[in-house]
């Protein structure tokens, strides 16, 4: 009997950047705490409520064919206050990319562009919160 293949969950995201040691040091100053798994060009940090993993890899691995700069897939964060965070992100160097918007019926987002030229999303998400409050 075969099955049929599905989509589990978001297993990492990965963010590029030319200069990487200060990509790295960047990021680890805005989760705030160091990568548990890093090797040269390469650095991984475990975060949030699902333990999501983020990887931050230096460019020069970046595959054939792939361009530097916002793409148009968006992978939002989930952050219980929107607009304190992209503060916190600007204040960090981040480039304001959309605003925060007010999507509706509780949910809040908006984009930044890293100092690494990566499109960051955050969101308030009220079905996220109710899955995490409900699971503890």
């Known amino acids: 009997m ?13 963010y590029w950047a030319a200069d990487w040691p200060a990509a790295k040091a960047w990021y680890s100053e805005l989760i705030g ?3 548990y798994f890093l090797r040269d060009g390469y650095a991984e940090w475990r975060l949030g409520d699902h ?9 020069r691995y970046r595959p054939p064919g792939t361009t ?34 007010d999507r509706g019926a509780g949910f809040v987002t908006a984009t ?8 960051l999303g955050v969101m308030y ?12």
Do not use: C
């Open 2 to 14: 075969t099955t049929t293949p599905k989509l589990r969950g978001m297993a990492n995201v990965s």
């Open 33 to 35: 705490f160091e990568p």
């Open 51 to 59: 333990q999501d993993e983020l990887g931050l890899i230096d460019s």
């Open 68 to 101: 530097a700069g916002p793409g148009g897939v968006v992978l939002y964060w989930h952050v219980d206050d929107v607009p304190a965070m992209v503060a916190r992100l600007l204040a960090m160097g981040a480039t304001e990319h959309e605003p925060a918007q």
């Open 112 to 119: 930044v562009i890293d100092p690494f030229g990566n499109l």
């Open 125 to 136: 998400n009220p079905h996220y919160v109710e899955i995490v409050d409900g699971a503890e």
